[in-house]
């Protein structure tokens, strides 16, 4: 674990109180105090005005993909990423004490949540709402004080708000997991020993074949790539920038080499983080 993570004290994650973020702040860095903000910006600005140490950021999801926005809002948040963490996500179906799970009538929760529960909202009939957080619907829910109203959530927000598990589970596809980053405003890189990954953006040169030669660093020095993702700058359809994921640290010779040949043939290339490998890399099918 980095400096930056052991010294942590304070970690900002977007929303309310029980959300996953909240749990995957707990897991990650257990013994600082997980602090709530409205949006993803709030989470980046905490850590910029010093209100907190780190902030932890959902970019994507086993089923769903990429997180909506987090993309373009990392290479301009002035922050560096310094961890990476994988949560299993647990979908719990929540309700009042005095709830029963035959007599749910309506079930809230977020979009995603919703769409990754479609064979136990189908089973039950109720009406569906589509809310602005997990851990906002399981509040809701408490404030409804109506035992014929349930959210899905974490357990964690059932421990927040007073409510229990109707029925345990109810995720569609049991290998769902988001990944999370840890971001701070240290640039702190572990050394050139281990598993690591370097995550960073850049922009091609807009030539022919940018793209297919700014590539070939990588196969020609065995470097692995994990992720590569496109997405448009500005509104316009001619600026591209790439996100990217890859296997071993800048200072090893290979990827040293890689690096360099990229940077030739792009206009913008900027590593975002250096970090450990997290475990549940080994695990992942």
């Known amino acids: 674990m980095s400096k930056a993570l052991l010294t942590a004290k304070r970690i900002a994650f977007q929303g309310e109180p029980g959300a ?8 990650a860095v ?24 780190v902030c932890i ?10 997180i909506a926005d987090i993309h373009h809002l990392l290479p301009d948040s002035g922050l560096h ?23 749910i009538t309506s079930i809230y929760s977020q979009a995603p949540a919703l769409a990754q529960c479609r064979a136990v909202l189908r089973a039950r009939g109720a009406v569906v709402h589509n809310w ?5 619907s399981a509040k809701h829910v408490a404030e409804l004080g109506d035992p014929t109203a349930a959210a899905i959530a974490s357990t964690l927000a ?15 596809e049991h290998h769902n997991a988001t990944r999370f980053l840890i971001m701070s ?3 702190e890189r572990p050394p050139n020993d281990g598993k690591v990954v370097t995550t960073l953006v850049f922009q091609v040169k807009n030539v022919a074949a940018a793209l297919y030669k700014a590539m070939g660093g990588f196969a020609t020095n065995g470097v692995n790539m994990t992720k590569l993702e496109s997405y448009q700058m500005g509104g316009s359809f001619n600026a591209t920038r790439f996100y990217c994921d890859i296997q071993g640290h800048p200072d090893a010779p290979h990827v040293k080499r890689a690096l360099e040949e990229l940077e030739f043939h792009t206009a913008t290339m900027r590593i975002m983080g250096v970090y450990p490998a997290h475990p549940f890399r080994e695990d992942m099918p």
């Open 81 to 103: 990423i310094v961890g990476e963490h994988f949560l299993p996500i647990r979908h719990q179906l929540l309700g009042l004490k005095t709830a029963t799970l035959e007599g």
């Open 158 to 172: 059932a421990e927040f708000y007073g409510l229990k598990v109707l029925q345990a589970d109810v995720e569609d």
């Open 30 to 53: 257990p013994h600082a105090a997980a602090i709530p903000k409205p949006t993803f910006e709030d989470a980046m600005d905490a850590v910029k005005t010093g209100d907190c140490d």
């Open 57 to 66: 950021i959902p970019v994507e999801n086993s089923l769903i993909g990429r």
């Open 132 to 136: 602005y957080d997990t851990a906002g």
């Open 20 to 27: 996953y973020a909240n749990l995957a702040a707990r897991e």
């Open 185 to 187: 405003q240290d640039d």
